[in-house]
């Protein structure tokens, strides 16, 4: 039977090989439209668009913007229905008619296989843990009363 190392190794693996699948095919191509800018601080740009369909995109997930044959790297701060907020690092105006966007899920999956990571480096240290505390009650005679 296979431990939860194992699971965990397997599922690393899975995850490390569709990462590297959507990483070279490059995304998935969102239209975007009516775009308006909302506000700006020390991480970026913030803007508001319109969905030409409803997409899935996790809050965080990293995007690509190509708008005016320039490129602009962000992440999704929230999508509800057709309404999509992203922070990317450059101002492109006031007004965005039409832009196209790019997801890069492949990143979050990195992220979830070095989550994984953890949970098995943290399940291991846990283990040992385990082992040493029995080993030490093991040793430890009982106190008897004569």
């Not at 997930?61 to 790297?73: G, Q, S």
């Not at 057709?82 to 922070?87: E, H, N, S």
């Amino acid at each position: 039977m296979a431990s939860i190392i194992d699971y965990i190794k397997q599922w690393q693996q899975a995850l490390k090989i569709e990462a590297k699948y959507l990483e070279s095919n490059g995304g998935t191509k969102i239209i975007i439209t009516e775009g308006k800018y909302l506000t700006h601080d020390e991480k970026g740009i913030t803007y508001w668009f319109k969905l030409a369909t409803e997409t899935v995109l996790p809050d965080g997930t990293p995007i690509r913007l190509e708008y005016k044959d320039e490129t602009y790297n962000g992440s999704v701060i929230s999508v509800d229905g057709y309404d999509l907020v992203i922070k990317i690092s450059d101002f492109i105006g006031n007004k965005v008619p039409y832009a196209n966007l790019y997801s890069a899920p492949w990143e979050l999956l990195v992220a979830l296989a070095k989550q994984l990571e953890e949970v098995q480096s943290s399940s291991k240290k846990t283990k040992t843990n385990s082992a040493l505390n029995c080993t030490k009650h093991a040793t430890e005679t009982p106190n008897r009363k004569n």
